[in-house]
């Protein structure tokens, strides 16, 4: 059972990575956009079973470490 991690910066939060790769996007001439986001996956093998146990492990990882919960969110996919 595979946990898919999508870890993104909360509203309002900076993004100097994103401003970055949209500016030079920009003075590249792609201008049909209007802005971009850069956010984070991770996919984490697990062994269990049960697809609630699944989520609880990867919620509590991903609060525990994997995500700074002052300045980021972050939501969970379950592929059995």
């Known amino acids: 059972m595979k946990a898919h991690i999508f ?11 994103a401003k970055a790769i949209e500016n030079a ?14 956010s984070k996956k991770i996919t984490i093998n697990l ?11 990867a919620k509590k990882m991903s609060e525990e470490l994997l995500a700074n919960l002052v300045i980021e969110d972050f939501n969970i996919q379950i592929e059995e």
Not at 25 to 33: M, P, Q, V
Not at 47 to 57: C, G, I, Q, W
């Open 47 to 57: 062994t269990h079973n049960d697809k609630n146990k699944a989520l609880e492990d």
């Open 25 to 38: 996007l920009k003075t590249l001439g792609f201008s049909s956009f209007d802005s971009l986001e850069v």
């Open 7 to 17: 870890i993104q910066l909360k509203d309002g939060v900076l993004n100097p990575e």
